[in-house]
């Protein structure tokens, strides 16, 4: 038993080496000083009611806006074992928010993430409770289940989600902004399917949805075979990002301009319209417009529509607009 926890050991501490960003990223990793922490706590708007979590910070940034920031900056933001638990908890509360109708996302400190934080993790991940093939084998079906809506939550949600990426996105960082709706970018913003380097298989979204978030599987299988970096040019270029902006404020600003205007829009119209894309993304042009029928044929009926046109017949912003909650 000592053997196996001294071997145990060994490997993580490879690991650990292999993932720091120190190392491959030649990033400083010094902690915000107590001084710099408590400027930045100064500036920092009040936490959303009902969202007090420890790696994450809920904001209401403006009316109908909530702002979710990965909130470990001393530690890259890296992915411990509250964020897995408490983005689902997060998400699934925002989802059933009637005041929120946009959401934007984005990483505390110097970069957005540097992905899973083995040192917490590893001990779920590489010391399953049992010895018998079978009954691990369950347990990391579980695990990976758990996992994987972490991420899915976000997409599940009807909100529209805005991710806005400075520094590196790194391993998972890649799997939760390519389950985010739009994606805007620092130019000295990069991206990484850090997987393999590893040795495992991206297994909680990269996979699946970043060959139809960029529409090329070859440039898909360069980046998951190689683990290399893409940066933020590539990333413009490929689709993966909308925009570049050339720091984290302006960044920041255009994201939040971004979902004002789409929170300014009924949100029967526009929560609608990201259930259906979803829909039609995994489904046939057929099957996609016999579920737009069965969906519209109860959401045309709102009196939104109403107050939408009268509002283009008379040339009246769709701010100056009021639609009730949903």
Known sequence: MAAASAVFRRFGDLLTRRLTPSTNLGLNLRP??????????KAAPEEAPGHSYESLRVTAAQKHILHVQLNRPEKRNAMNKAFWREMVVCFNKIAEDADC???????????????????DMASELLQPPSDDTARI??????????????FSVIEKCPKPVIAAIHGGCIGAGVDLITACDIRYGTRDSFYQVK????????????????????????????????????????????????RLFPDKESMLDAAFTLAAEISSKSPVAVQGTKINL???????????????????????????IMKSVQAAIEKKDLKT????KL
């Open 32 to 41: 915000m000083s107590g001084f710099a922490q408590e400027e930045a706590s």
């Open 101 to 119: 109708r946009v959401v934007v996302i984005s990483g505390a400190g110097n970069m957005f993430t540097s992905g899973i934080d083995l040192t």
């Open 137 to 150: 084998s369950w347990f990391l079906h579980s695990l990976l289940t758990r996992y994987q809506e972490t």
């Open 195 to 242: 997987e393999v380097d590893i040795g495992l298989a991206a297994d909680v979204g990269t996979l699946q949805r970043l060959p139809k978030v960029i529409g090329n599987q070859s440039l898909v299988n360069e980046l998951a075979y190689t683990a290399r970096k893409m940066m933020a040019d590539e990333a413009l270029e490929s689709g993966l990002v909308s």
């Open 278 to 304: 979803i829909y039609s993304r995994d489904h046939s042009v057929t099957e996609s417009l016999n579920y737009m029928k069965s969906w519209n044929m109860s959401m045309l009926q709102t009196k939104d």
């Open 321 to 324: 607009i009021t639609f009730s």
